[in-house]
């Protein structure tokens, strides 16, 4: 009896193995390629090799980070669209591309809302209205009420037509039915150096390109486009403190991998993003350059994803902005 009941559960138990299905393959399966959709230095480069470096740390994964820019970001991030959807290639997905640019550009190789599984939120930061140190403009208040009393005269440098910069202003512009005179510029270098120069009333940038001018004292900070204060200029006012309520512009970098990603993969990443994201080292990284540390889940993302999307798409139609 007792060798009966043996077999008979050595059999069960023979059973049950043959019916749970094989282990799942671990992920990641090798080097991960990470596609920054920008040139080496730039916010979004940098933001990228901080972030990796950190999961490779506290996880062991190995990235290989790949430069693919060209078309505003579009390029890179579409070879995030066509890759397999194994989690082996992820890439950094911005405002400009996920956002701006499916409604800037006539032809783009990628469906924006369809062709990408979000992953996670890294990071976002305002832009910044600045003024040479000299310039007679004390306030956000003072730039708008000479652009009144002086129409289509009042010159703005951005990094070029279609960025965030630009339309950030463009949006003011409808909201408070003022106009300036848009000079683009192939960067922000160029476009922050006229502006320090007096060659140009005012500089619409992101806060980590002007940053280190503001601190120096070749630039004064007039206004930021979030919606609330940024720690890095607190003395610094929202335009929507200077009679603007609801105004709320900035740009936002996220964690993207193609179509169909894995469930267990799509948690796994977003997990490792969330935990770099409490990193000292990486908090202070971004926190040099004015930007806010990100996190939360791939619903929240594509949330965000989503609203961005639909609210850039009115603001770039409204404004006829073009790559021309």
Do not use: C
Not at 61 to 85: H, K, L, S, Y
Not at 200 to 208: E, G, K, M, T, Y
């Amino acid at each position: 009896m007792f060798a009966q009941r043996t077999l008979m559960a050595a059999m069960a138990v023979l059973s049950i193995g043959l019916a749970v299905p094989a282990t799942a393959q671990a992920f990641p399966d090798g080097d991960i390629q990470f596609v920054v959709p920008f040139s080496p230095g730039g916010g979004t480069d940098i933001a990228s090799r901080v972030l990796t470096e950190r999961i490779a740390a506290q996880k062991g994964w190995n990235f290989v980070i790949e430069n693919r820019p060209g078309a505003g970001g579009n390029i890179g991030i579409a070879q995030v669209a066509r890759a397999n959807a194994k989690g082996q290639v992820l890439g950094m997905g911005q405002t400009s591309n996920l956002a701006i640019n499916p409604t800037l550009y006539d032809d783009i190789p990628y469906d924006a809302l369809k062709d990408f599984t979000p992953i996670a939120l890294v990071s976002s930061q305002p832009m910044v209205i600045a003024v040479a140190a000299g310039a007679p403009y004390e306030s956000f208040g003072d730039l708008v009420e000479a652009a009144r009393a002086n129409p289509a005269t009042i010159t703005m440098s951005t990094p070029g037509a279609g960025t965030v910069s630009h339309l950030a202003m463009e949006q003011f512009s409808q909201m408070a039915d003022v106009e300036f005179v848009h000079i683009p510029y192939p960067g922000a270098t160029q476009a922050i150096t006229d502006a320090i120069g007096g060659h140009i009333d005012f500089a619409a940038s992101s806060l980590p390109s002007a940053l280190s001018h503001i601190r120096s004292g070749s630039l004064r900070a007039l206004a930021v486009t979030s919606a609330e204060r940024n720690f890095a200029l607190p003395d610094v006012p929202t335009i929507a403190e200077a009679g603007y309520a609801g105004f709320d512009a900035g740009d936002w970098k996220a964690v993207v991998g193609p179509a169909g990603l894995p469930q267990a993969v799509v948690a796994s990443v977003n997990a490792a993003v969330n935990d770099a994201l409490t990193d000292a080292r990486l908090q202070d990284a971004f926190a040099a350059e004015g930007s806010t540390t990100g996190g939360g889940t791939p619903e929240d993302l594509a949330a965000l994803m989503e609203a961005e999307f639909n609210r850039w798409a009115q603001i770039v139609s409204a404004s006829g902005a073009t790559t021309e």
